[in-house]
């Protein structure tokens, strides 16, 4: 083997080894958080509106250092730049187990399976979801998830 593709097989044994890590950490014993309706109040797109952004941040019962990292780091971005767009209805937040069976429509609507963020743009009645997967990738550099879920959120509401 070259030079080359040794090197190309390392780089790809290295981000599975390191992806099934934060899988696995995932299922470790549950800490103490709060519910979804003690984390997150769920507000409702304004009355009447057609076109909405909803931004949902999925989860699992058992939860790593990276999911709630991850959950806090949306939640602060939302909390910070979006006040109007929350108050208005132009903006959807939800925090949501995915293990919940209470859940389980919107589960299989976004396609969640573990610790996921989507956007979904609403336009006319029509679900455009796009998941952000970029965010595992920057856990731990505050500046970088919060600019990305921003210029996300900003892409979605067209600012």
Known sequence: MNLLVKAKFCSLMLILILLGGILCACGG??????TDAEATPTIQP???????VEV???HRSH????CLYAEDAVTYTIETYFKDELASGELVFKVLNVED?????????YGAFGSSLFINEVRDGVDHIEGVTEIWFLLGDDEAVVSLVRSEIEKHLGE
């Open 29 to 34: 014993p549950a800490e103490d958080t709060p």
């Open 56 to 58: 949902v941040y999925f």
């Open 101 to 109: 069976k209470a859940n389980a429509a919107i589960v299989n609507k």
């Open 63 to 66: 939860r790593c250092y990276g």
């Open 46 to 52: 304004g009355s009447g509106r057609a076109d909405w």
